[in-house]
């Protein structure tokens, strides 16, 4: 098996990727970018004896002889670097998210189709115990064709936001829309059916929940709900988002019965205990079977040592597989990942419309790709210009400078501690 060279950008969320290389018998480590200086010099340190290059310009990086490049930079910056990969000849593997603009979703796509790269997006929550065994009772025709689906990915980040948004009032985390970040919550219903997202209300908090994200420093909204419809008619509730208490739960229901993740409060083993309410046959109620295990088989080994819950392990691995040529390693495509995010981008302008529903394209027929080709909504004013979208529905608040100077100062006492996230979130690749 040839080992494949990778070279990642993004050395924070990125050491994940870097450990995985490290470890494996199918891959190594051969370059790292970063305009970060602190971070290189920590993975010099960590990575001595290593033959490792260490770039701060990205351009330079990508002329480095290596096979593929792992995208672990800032969310809203993907696609461009993406695609400046690939027209260089390299293989992508992105972290989330796959782009921050239509324009960036169709170049994105059309750069995959014209060079003939690999492009798997690592969205992890797909890998994760429970979705993974989800899937695998769906496309076994478990519980029949989907009818509705519920997925949830609340995590109440106020506690780390300086380890992970630095203070810095730029920052996209501080920038981002309710329902940007929807991936983790709707991607593993995705992935599970392989059914595409045709329509979407969006909805989101105002009141006494912003306030949370107020003190955060966040002008988003506290979460979004994305009430999504498939092409199959089947209805996906999809929420994401800071409310006060973390929940990650997923719930598939089909023709012939459901099967879910364990909600956090039961304390059973959360997500990678399922449990499965099947019939043989649609209408054969009265011969349910109730059935609940730990789905936690592809946890084991090598994976049980990477973060979220292993799925790091297996989103890489299956990249590295299918550039040496395994046609079945379950990858996510650039379809796939597109429509994973349209969802959140197309609920955001639901919202802004005043939460009616709206259309989403499918980016695989070409000629719906015209009609978005030049469209750069987002909230990033550096990208959208006049087009520029408000952070929350009723306007971008104004946050006090205070309010980021504080969180600076967290941040830089956090990384000075031993103990502190973002050491830890550094040396796990969190």
Request: with cysteine; glycine share 10%; aromatic share 12%.
């Amino acid at each position: 098996m040839k080992k494949i060279k990778i070279g990642v950008l993004g050395v924070y969320r990125g050491t994940s990727m870097i450990n995985y290389c490290k470890k494996a018998d199918n891959a190594e480590v051969v370059a790292l970018c970063d305009r970060w200086e602190e971070g290189l010099n920590r993975q010099r340190e960590s990575n001595k004896g290593l033959n490792i290059t260490y770039y701060t310009d990205f351009d330079e990086f990508i002329k480095h002889d290596m096979d593929a490049v792992v995208l672990a930079n800032y969310a809203n910056e993907h696609a461009p670097f993406a695609i400046k990969a690939m027209k260089a000849g390299k293989h992508v593997f992105s972290e989330v998210l796959p782009f921050q603009t239509m324009k960036e979703a169709v170049e994105l796509i059309e750069t995959v189709e014209q060079t003939g790269k690999i492009y798997a997006y690592g969205e992890n929550y797909c890998y994760m115990a429970g979705p993974y065994e989800m899937k695998k009772l769906y496309r076994q025709n478990k519980i029949g064709e989907l009818e509705y689906a519920e997925c949830e990915y609340f995590h109440n980040c106020e506690s780390i936001w300086p380890s992970i948004a630095y203070g810095d009032p730029n920052h996209w985390r501080n920038n981002m829309y309710s329902t940007f970040y929807c991936t983790h919550s709707f991607g593993p219903i995705r992935h599970i059916t392989g059914l595409r997202p045709k329509s979407v209300v969006g909805f989101e908090p105002t009141g006494i929940a912003n306030q949370r994200k107020d003190r955060m420093g966040c002008k988003g909204a506290a979460f979004g709900i994305e009430m999504v419809t498939l092409e199959n008619g089947a209805i996906v509730k999809s929420g994401h988002g800071g409310v006060y208490r973390n929940s990650l739960w997923y719930l598939i229901s089909g023709t012939k019965g459901r099967v879910e993740t364990a909600r956090e409060d039961a304390e059973v083993g959360d997500l990678n205990m399922v449990y499965v309410n099947t019939d043989e046959f649609p209408g054969g109620y009265a011969t349910h079977k109730l059935e609940k295990y730990r789905a936690d088989e592809i946890m084991k080994g090598e994976a049980e040592k990477f973060g979220h819950g292993g799925s790091d392990f297996w989103s890489m691995y299956y990249f590295i597989e299918k550039i040496n040529g395994n046609k079945d390693a379950d990858t996510i495509d650039v379809y796939e990942a597109v429509d994973m995010a349209l969802v959140g981008h197309f609920a955001y302008r639901s919202i802004l419309a005043g939460g009616v529903p709206v259309d989403i394209p499918d980016l695989k027929d070409k000629a719906e790709r015209d009609k978005w080709r030049n469209d750069v909504c987002c909230c990033d004013e550096s990208v959208a210009g006049k087009a520029v979208w408000p952070t929350r529905v009723g306007g971008t608040p104004d946050i006090p400078s205070e309010i980021y100077a504080h969180q600076k100062k967290l941040f830089e006492d956090d990384l000075k501690s031993s103990t502190g996230y973002a050491n830890e979130a550094f040396n796990q690749g969190k």
